[in-house]
């Protein structure tokens, strides 16, 4: 097995899973680009009984299904099947699969080490249609010879997270239940990512790469593109804005791998992107013109599903009007400084630093990063055994970025500022802060010690005005794994 960055929890299942004297039935899931081929294919050190991954092709096509068919056949071959036509079904392929699997003459007894007989279908989703038999013939595979096979790891994986928590995971069909383990791959954490640059002799300070996971969110692919030798303005301007860039057309491609009617999501996405704290299902409706009922219940699901979206409320807010909140950094990054900037001759990035348009996003960039790192702040604060609900909060006269509304009666109040350098409250910031205090307090009515914690990148410079700081939480800080 080659060296994976991170992943220790997906190991050690992985681990687990290997060592059952049980047939196992493994769904790998997560947003695309986020590394899950990848772990699949070193763990195994791409040892596989069988293997197939399903074709990216435009589904509108009239011989969609034939072309998934085919190449399902010329994997078969790949592996020992004899040489075959297209089958006419996925009935006919999987019933081929078992044919090959049956041919093994080694029992799971005598096989070296009680080894596993891997089967890996890769991009499970593009097989399917709404026409073809796909998911009758993998649960007639599963149902009728594969779970009777100990020594037998069946794996799907695939991108389209919605898809595969409808149809395997939650669907109502004969897969239902079936499943015997699931690995959703997230993002990597900032100390992940810098795992990541070390492992490729990248050298990024702490700041550079905070930046950079500002504008990447932690995704191995998109870290794959950096190089050495360059500053983290200079890469950035490569890889996302210069004319050609590797991840042209990427932000497209990413919701329409994730969902089948991407436009109506990115619709959502793109009113979300505008208002910093959320919105409410009336206000995403009103901004889209997509109607209160069931779409777009459906359309919030699947963006929470995958990790794009986060759902929450704060006291004396009725639940119905719950808030929506944009989490994803590449599709904040796209909507602040990205769209209309790309195709560039010359750099372009290295040139905002000092724009209101690049404070802007950098301070909403930064806010996410935080929210996607609330283990790190709580460790910090120290209250990582403590139960709490975090929540933003705003009302007519104050909002606040984070709210940790902790069971050992203490509320903090976490005020997030991205800054270059130690951040100084002076006497009218030290008077807003007063009155955020004080407008949570008269307008939640809440009887807890209210504490303000400053979440910012170099800490805050010790002045007469700073005492107000119960807490202070730090890049370091937020490195931490």
Not at 128 to 136: A, E, K, V
Request: charged residues 25%; contains cysteine.
């Amino acid at each position: 097995m080659a060296t994976i960055v991170g992943r220790e929890a997906e190991i050690d299942e992985l681990n687990h899973i290997m060592e059952s004297d049980e047939a196992k039935f493994l769904v790998v899931y997560g947003r695309r680009r986020v590394g899950k081929t990848f772990l699949i294919n070193e763990y195994f050190s791409n040892n596989f009984r069988f293997k197939v991954t399903g074709l990216a092709l435009d589904r509108t096509l009239p011989n969609y299904n034939q072309e998934q068919l085919t190449n399902f056949a010329k994997a078969l071959n790949a592996y020992g099947y004899p040489p075959c036509g297209t089958p006419s079904s996925w009935s006919e392929a999987f019933s081929m699969l078992r044919t090959l699997l049956e041919s093994d003459r080694i029992s799971a007894r005598k096989r070296k080490n009680g080894s596993k007989r891997v089967i890996f279908i890769d991009e499970l989703p593009y097989l399917h249609t709404s026409r073809n038999d796909l998911l009758s013939a993998l649960e007639h595979f599963w149902n009728g010879f594969a779970n009777t096979q100990s020594d037998l790891v069946l794996i799907v994986c695939g991108s389209a997270t919605s898809w595969i928590t409808k149809r395997l995971l939650r669907g109502k069909g004969g897969l239902y239940g079936r499943v015997t383990d699931t690995i959703y791959i997230h993002p990597f954490t900032l100390a992940e990512t810098r795992r990541y640059m070390q492992s490729k002799e990248l050298q990024f300070d702490d700041y550079s790469i905070l930046e950079c996971y500002m504008v990447m969110g932690g995704i191995p692919y998109y870290l794959s593109f950096l190089r050495k030798g360059l500053s983290m303005a200079q890469n950035i301007d490569r890889i996302f804005f210069m004319r050609k860039s590797p991840l042209e057309g990427e932000f497209s491609e990413l919701y329409e791998n994730l969902f089948t009617n991407y436009k109506v999501y990115m619709k959502v996405v793109e009113a979300l992107s505008r208002k910093r704290m959320g919105m409410t299902r009336a206000e995403i409706s009103e901004h889209t013109g997509i109607s209160m009922g069931g779409t777009l219940t459906e359309i919030l699901s699947d963006l929470d599903t995958c990790d794009i979206i986060r759902k929450y409320n704060y006291p004396g807010n009725k639940t119905k009007n719950a808030l929506y909140q944009l989490t994803d950094p590449f599709t904040l990054f796209w909507y602040e400084m990205m769209e209309g900037a790309t195709g560039r001759e010359k750099p372009y990035w290295i040139h905002v630093y000092k724009s209101h348009r690049y404070s802007t996003w950098a301070g909403l960039a930064f806010e996410m990063t935080c929210l996607l790192h609330l283990p790190q702040v709580e460790r910090a604060i120290g209250i990582s055994d403590v139960l709490s609900d975090t929540y933003a909060w705003r009302s007519d006269n104050a909002q606040i970025d984070l709210v940790i509304d902790r069971s050992d009666r203490i509320v903090d109040l976490c005020e997030i500022k991205f800054w270059r350098e130690p951040f100084v409250i002076n006497e009218s910031y030290r008077r807003n802060l007063e009155n955020k205090i004080a407008s949570y307090r008269e307008e939640t009515g809440t009887s807890k010690q209210v504490h303000l914690v400053m979440i910012t990148t170099q800490g805050v410079k010790k002045n007469s005005f700073s005492g107000i700081v119960q807490r202070e939480v730090t890049l370091k800080d937020l490195f931490w794994e």
